[in-house]
């Protein structure tokens, strides 16, 4: 009885390291609202729909065919 008990502690030290984790999705901001689709969210996004103007100079942020 003395050697399981002692089979236990140490089965459950060994265990006590293992820690399971949800594993981030890399496609989350398409999700989230990723308009051009480069990873990152749109809210901090600086330029949101990705056509090289950022969104402080651009008069349509939302829109990748105009500026």
């Known amino acids: 009885m ?3 008990a002692i089979a ?3 089965i459950g ?3 006590s390291g293992c820690v399971a984790y949800e ?3 890399r496609n989350a901001g398409i999700h ?3 308009r051009d689709r480069d990873g ?3 809210r901090v996004d600086r330029d949101r729909d ?3 103007v ?3 100079q651009d008069r349509r942020p939302n829109d990748p065919r105009r500026y």
């Open 50 to 52: 990705g056509d090289g």
């Open 13 to 15: 030290g060994l265990m």
């Open 23 to 25: 594993v981030p999705n």
């Open 54 to 56: 950022a969104n402080r």
């Open 2 to 4: 003395k050697k399981l």
């Open 40 to 42: 990152v969210p749109n």
């Open 8 to 10: 236990l502690i140490a």
């Open 32 to 34: 989230q609202g990723d």
